[in-house]
């Protein structure tokens, strides 16, 4: 099972999505801000048959 996982970063603002085996920590992509933990996670084989 893998769970999309969404991220806001507290440093830059913005947000973005991951696939992840697990709500893990993310770092932001955008300004590199470390150890982000997702504000919401869904089961990404789920939500790609919607």
């Known amino acids: 099972m893998h769970v999309r996982n969404?991220?806001?970063c507290a440093e830059c603002?913005?947000?973005w999505t991951d696939v992840w085996c697990?709500?893990?920590d993310d770092d932001c992509p955008h300004c590199g801000a470390r150890h982000n933990s997702p504000c919401k996670s869904e089961d990404a084989e789920e939500s790609?048959?919607?």
């Open 6 to 8: 969404v991220y806001h």
């Open 22 to 24: 697990a709500q893990c």
């Open 48 to 50: 790609n048959h919607e």
């Open 13 to 15: 603002g913005r947000e």
